[in-house]
C-alpha cells in the first residue's frame, strides 16, 4: 500500500472508527484520550501529506467490496436517514428534497451511469492539502477544547445522564467527512460526503435538544438538502454532456461554451451557496448558534462552509472567462458587503461572528469568481487565514459565554477586568481580521486589487471593508472598556482550554509573518496549469507590476512598534490613575457623579449599533430579494 | 539602500515638522478670517512640547498602548509614503493608527469618550470606502497601485480625475477634523462632548496623538500633491489652494450630525465616484 494511501485512511477511517468507539464506550476519560489521540494522529498525518502531495489513487477494495459498492450503499443509506428525520419531525420539505434525492441517484446509478471506468477515487494537490491541513488541525484544535468546554457546558444545564458521546460521535463523523471530501476526486464519492457534512451540521445543531435546537437544526437540515438536490442533478447534466465523474477531468473539460456544461457549473455554485450560507441561504447558520459554541466554531471555520468556497475555487478554471464567473464574483461582493452591514446592526457576539463568515466567504466566492491569479491567490489564503482566526474567535467567546452567561456584546464591557488574558486573545483575533501586516488583510489586499478592474465589486468590496472595522473595531475596544486596568493576572482555564486558544493565536500570527513563503509553497503549486503565479517575492515583499506588500518589512516593524507600545503601557502602570471625566464631581463608585439635589447619577454609555439603518428587520427581507435576483441571475444567465 | 534610508528618515521628520507647520498657519489663517490676530506660528510645537512636560495621569493603561501604536501607524503610513510603495498598503496602515485612537478611547468608560470614539468609527465609515476609490482611480489611469508609477506620468492626475479630486476633498475635510464633519472630537472645545473621542487622553500621551495627526495631515495632503505631481510648483499651488477653502469650509459651516454625514458623504462621494471611474472604465 502507498504512503500516500495509508495516509488517506487514517485521516478519513480513523476519525471514523473513533467517532464508532466515542459512541460505544460511554467512559469520559477514555472518550477524552481517543479524542486526543486522533486529533493527534490527524495532525501528524496532515502534515506528513505535505511530502507526498501531489498523488492520485484509487484505493485497494475495503473487506472484499469494492469501494464504489461501499459508498453506494452508505449514500443510500445516508438518504434514507435524512429521509427518517423528515417523517420523524414531518417536515415536508425535507421528505420532499431527500425523496427527490433518492430517485435521482437511483436513476443515475443503475440507468445512466454505464460500466464504470477505473478511475482515481482520490487525488491530491496542494489545495486539498490547505484543506486537509486546515480540517485536521484546526478541526482537530477544536475538538480538544471541546473535552473541556463540554464538561462545563453538560454542568451547567445539570444533565442527569450525558449526552458527550453522542456529541463526540458526531465531531468526529464529521471531520471524517471533511477530509473524505476534500480528498475525493470521483463526484459520487464526493457527493457521499457532501451529503453525509449536511446530516452532520444537523445532528450538531440539533445537539441541545431544546425546541429552538431542533428548528433551526431542521431548517439547516433543508437548506443544505437543497443544495444536495442541485448538486446531484448538476452532477447528471455533467455526466450526461462529458461522460465523466472525475472531477479533475471535468475541470480539464473546460468551457466549450456548451449551455448545459454551464447551467451545471452554476448548478454546482447554487451548492455551494447553501453549504457556504450565502444570503438567502443564511438563516441556517445564524441559527447553528444555539448548539454549543465548539460546533458553531466547526461550523464556521473549518469545516461546512469552507465546502462551498473549496467547491468554486476548485471550479474556477473551468469557468474561466464565462459571464456566469462574472455573476459569481457580483454575488460574492454583495454578500461580501450585506452581510458587514447587517453584521454592524449587531451586539450579539455570536451573530456578529456569523455575519463576519458569511461576509468573509462572499469575499472568497467574489475571488472565484474574478477569476484572476491574483484573486484566485487572494481567496486560498483569505480561507485559509479566516479558518484559524474565526476558530480562534468562537473559541473565545464560547469561553467567555461560560464565564459571564452571556453572548452579548454590552456585557463583555470590561471584561479586561475579569478575564484579561481571554480578553487580551479575542483583541488580537480582532486585529489579525483587519489589521495589516496580518494574513486577512493581506488577502483582502490582494482581492481588492484584483477586484479593481471590475467596477461593481470593487465598490461593493470598499464599502464592505469600511463596515467590516467598524464592526470589529468597537468589539475590541469594548472589551477593553474599564475603569481602570491595571495588574494582569491572568484568570485560571483549563489546560486544553488555553493550549488551543494560544496555538490557533500563536499559529495565526505565525502564519501571517511567513505568508510569503506560505505563498511559494503552498498557493503557488495549485495554480498551475491554469493561471501563472502572479507575485514575485524578495525580502518577503510580495510584488506585482502594479502593487506592493511588503510583509517581512512590516511584520518586523510592527514587532517593535508592539514592543515600544507594550513598555508604555508597562511604563504607564506606574502613572497615576485619574478617574474618567465625567463633568462632575465623582463619588467613590466607579462611573457615579454626584448630579442634581447632591443625588448620585451614574454615567453610562452603550455603543452604537445603528439599528435603524443596519438592523435585522430593516435590512434582511430586501437583502434576500437582491441575493434572489443575483441567484437567478447566476442559474439562468447559463442557460 | 541609502536612497531607502534616507526617505525613511525624510519620512519621520517631515510628518512632525510640516504638519506642525501647517496646523500653525491653519491657527493663524483661521484667525485671521475671523478678525483675530492668531497665535504664533511656532505655538502648535510650544503646545506638544508642554503637554510632554506634564505629569504623566493614565485612566485607563491601555491607552498608553493606543496612543503609542496610533503613531507608530500613522508614521509607518508616512514613510510608506515618501517610499512610493502600494497605495492600498498605505491606506491600511493609515486605517490601522484610526482604529486603535478608536479602542483607545473606548477604552476609557467615560461617555464623552465613548460617544466620541463611535462618532470617530462612523467618520472612518464614511472616509474610508472614498480614500479607496481615489486608489482604484489612480489604478485605472497609471496602470498601478504604486505611487512610483507616477514617475514617469508627464501629465496631471487632476485632468483625467476631477472628481476624484473633490472626493478625496471631502475624506480630507474629514481627517482633518474640519466643520461640518468635526463630529468626533474638534479643535475647539466649546462643544457638546467636551473634546469628544479625546477627553481622557492627557499629557504626553495627548502630545502623542497630536504629533501623530500631523503625520496624517502630511499623508492627506500628500495624497492631494499625486493629482499634479509633474510639476512642483503647480502641485505647491494645488496643496495651497487646497488646504485654504478647507479653512474656508471650516469656517463657514457648522457642524452636523452622524446620519447627515454618513447619507451625504456616501451619496456625494459615491456618485462622483462613479462618474469618474466609468469614464476611466470605458476610456
Not at chain 1, 486589487?449 to 471590475?454: H, V, Y
Not at chain 1, 503557488?524 to 506592493?548: D, F, K, R
Not at chain 2, 493608527?97 to 476609557?108: D, H, Q, T
Not at chain 2, 480625475?161 to 464633519?181: E, M, N, Q
Request: proline share 4%; glycine share 8%; with cysteine.
Amino acid at each position: 500500500m502507498p504512503a500516500a494511501e495509508r495516509l488517506s485512511a487514517i485521516l478519513i477511517i480513523l476519525p471514523f472508527l473513533a467517532a464508532i468507539v466515542c459512541y460505544l464506550i460511554r467512559v469520559s476519560r477514555i472518550r477524552s484520550c481517543v479524542v486526543l489521540i486522533t486529533g493527534a494522529m490527524l495532525i501528524t498525518s496532515a502534515v506528513w501529506l505535505i511530502f507526498l502531495t501531489p498523488f492520485s489513487l484509487s484505493p485497494q477494495p475495503l473487506l472484499g467490496l469494492r469501494i464504489h459498492v461501499i459508498v453506494q450503499i452508505l449514500d443510500f443509506f445516508l438518504l434514507l436517514v435524512v429521509l427518517y428525520f423528515g417523517f420523524k419531525h414531518h417536515h415536508i420539505l425535507i421528505k420532499a428534497l431527500a425523496l427527490l434525492q433518492i430517485i435521482f441517484l437511483l436513476y443515475f446509478e443503475f440507468f445512466v451511469i454505464q460500466e464504470k471506468q477505473d478511475v482515481a477515487i482520490l487525488y491530491g494537490d496542494h489545495l486539498t492539502l490547505i484543506m486537509v491541513l486546515i480540517v485536521s488541525i484546526v478541526g482537530a484544535l477544536i475538538c480538544f477544547q471541546a473535552i473541556a468546554y463540554m464538561k462545563n457546558h453538560e454542568e451547567h444545564l445539570q444533565l442527569k445522564k450525558s449526552r458527550q458521546h453522542r456529541f463526540f460521535f458526531v465531531m468526529m463523523l464529521f471531520l471524517s467527512a471533511m477530509n473524505g471530501l476534500v480528498l475525493s476526486n470521483d463526484m459520487l464519492v464526493f457527493y457521499f460526503f457532501f451529503e453525509l457534512t449536511t446530516l452532520c451540521s444537523f445532528l450538531l445543531i440539533a445537539h441541545d435538544g431544546t425546541k429552538e435546537a431542533l428548528k433551526n437544526a431542521l431548517r439547516a437540515l433543508w437548506m443544505n438538502s437543497l443544495g444536495g438536490a442541485a448538486f446531484i442533478l448538476a452532477l447528471m447534466g455533467i455526466y450526461r454532456e462529458t461522460g465523466m465523474l472525475e472531477l479533475q477531468r471535468i475541470i480539464i473539460f473546460g468551457n466549450t461554451g456548451a449551455g448545459v456544461y454551464l447551467l451545471c457549473l452554476a448548478l454546482f455554485c447554487f451548492a455551494a451557496f447553501t453549504k457556504s450560507a450565502q444570503f438567502p441561504f443564511q438563516s441556517w447558520l445564524l441559527g447553528a448558534m444555539v448548539a454549543p459554541t465548539p460546533v458553531s466554531a466547526l461550523l464556521h471555520s473549518s469545516t461546512m462552509v469552507n465546502v462551498g468556497v473549496y467547491l468554486v475555487l476548485r471550479l474556477a478554471p473551468a469557468m474561466n472567462g464565462t459571464f456566469l464567473s462574472q455573476c459569481v464574483a457580483v454575488f460574492g461582493g454583495f454578500t461580501f458587503l450585506c452581510a458587514a452591514a447587517l453584521a454592524v446592526g449587531q451586539s450579539n457576539g455570536k451573530k456578529v461572528l456569523a455575519y463576519s463568515t458569511i461576509s468573509n466567504l462572499g469575499l472568497i466566492f467574489a475571488c472565484a469568481g474574478l477569476n484572476s491569479p491574483e484573486s484566485i491567490v487572494a481567496g486560498m489564503l483569505l480561507l485559509v487565514f479566516h479558518a484559524v482566526i474565526k476558530a480562534l474567535l468562537f473559541l473565545c467567546v464560547g469561553t467567555i459565554e461560560q464565564h459571564i452567561a452571556s453572548r452579548d456584546i454590552e456585557d463583555m464591557r470590561g471584561l479586561y477586568t475579569d478575564m484579561p488574558l481571554t480578553a487580551l486573545i479575542t483583541v488580537m483575533g480582532v486585529i489579525m481580521m483587519i489589521m495589516p501586516p496580518f494574513g486577512v488583510l493581506l488577502s483582502k489586499w490582494m482581492a481588492m486589487e484584483a477586484a479593481a478592474s471590475n467596477l461593481y465589486v470593487i465598490l461593493m468590496i470598499a464599502l464592505g471593508s469600511a463596515l467590516t472595522v467598524m464592526y470589529w473595531a468597537r468589539w475590541a475596544g469594548t472589551l477593553m472598556s474599564d475603569p481602570f486596568a491595571g495588574r494582569f493576572k491572568p484568570e485560571r482555564q483549563p489546560f486544553l482550554t488555553w493550549g488551543t486558544l494560544g496555538a490557533l493565536c500563536a499559529g495565526a500570527g505565525l502564519m501571517s509573518t511567513t505568508a510569503p513563503w506560505l505563498y511559494m509553497q503552498m498557493i503557488v503549486p495549485t495554480l498551475s496549469p491554469a493561471y501563472l503565479p502572479p507575485y514575485t517575492t524578495q525580502y518577503g515583499i510580495l510584488e506585482n507590476p502594479y502593487g506592493a506588500f511588503a510583509v517581512f518589512p512590516l511584520s518586523l516593524v510592527a514587532a517593535l512598534g508592539f514592543v515600544f507600545a507594550i513598555l508604555a503601557v508597562k511604563r504607564a502602570a506606574r502613572a497615576r490613575v485619574v478617574k474618567p471625566y465625567l463633568s462632575g464631581v465623582q463619588t467613590g463608585e466607579p462611573g457615579v457623579f454626584t448630579g442634581p439635589l447632591n443625588q448620585p447619577v451614574k454615567a453610562e454609555a452603550k455603543n452604537y449599533y445603528l439599528s435603524s439603518i443596519f438592523g435585522e428587520k430593516k435590512l434582511t427581507t430586501w437583502i434576500n430579494l437582491g441575493a434572489g435576483v443575483l441567484l437567478t441571475l447566476i442559474v439562468g444567465g447559463a442557460l | 539602500m541609502t536612497d531607502t534610508a534616507v526617505l525613511i528618515v525624510i519620512g519621520l521628520f517631515a510628518g512632525p515638522l510640516l504638519g506642525g507647520l501647517v496646523s500653525g498657519l491653519d491657527r493663524i489663517l483661521t484667525a485671521r478670517l475671523q478678525s483675530r490676530i492668531g497665535p504664533p506660528l511656532w505655538q502648535p510645537f510650544y503646545d506638544v512640547v508642554k503637554l510632554w512636560g506634564k505629569e504623566k495621569t493614565v485612566v485607563n493603561v491601555w491607552q498608553a498602548f493606543c496612543a503609542y501604536c496610533y503613531v507608530a501607524a500613522t508614521s509607518i503610513a508616512l514613510v510608506l509614503f515618501f517610499l512610493k510603495s502600494d497605495l492600498l498598503l498605505i491606506l491600511f496602515t493609515q486605517a490601522v493608527g484610526a482604529v486603535f485612537l478608536v479602542v483607545g478611547a473606548l477604552s476609557s468608560t467615560s461617555p464623552f469618550s465613548q460617544v466620541g470614539a463611535h462618532r470617530e468609527l462612523l467618520q472612518i465609515l464614511s472616509y474610508e470606502p472614498l480614500l479607496v476609490f481615489v486608489a482604484v482611480g489612480i489604478y485605472l489611469e497609471t496602470g498601478s497601485f504604486k505611487i512610483a508609477a507616477l514617475d514617469t506620468w508627464n501629465e496631471p492626475l487632476l485632468m483625467k480625475l476631477p472628481f476624484l479630486f473633490v472626493v478625496l476633498g471631502y475624506a480630507l475635510t474629514i481627517k482633518l477634523r474640519k466643520s461640518p464633519f468635526d463630529l468626533s472630537t474638534s479643535h475647539h472645545a466649546h462643544q457638546e462632548l467636551v473634546k469628544g473621542l479625546l477627553t481622557d487622553y492627557s499629557g504626553s500621551f495627548l502630545a502623542l496623538i497630536e504629533i501623530g495627526h500631523w503625520y496624517e495631515t502630511v499623508l492627506l495632503l500628500g495624497f492631494c500633491s499625486l493629482f499634479w505631481a509633474n510639476n512642483w510648483i503647480a502641485m505647491m499651488i494645488l496643496i495651497v489652494a487646497t488646504y485654504f477653502v478647507e479653512v474656508l469650509i471650516d469656517n463657514v459651516s457648522a457642524r452636523m450630525n452622524w446620519r447627515w454625514m454618513l447619507g451625504y458623504v456616501w451619496a456625494m462621494g459615491l456618485t462622483l465616484s462613479l462618474v469618474n471611474l466609468i469614464w476611466l472604465y470605458v476610456g
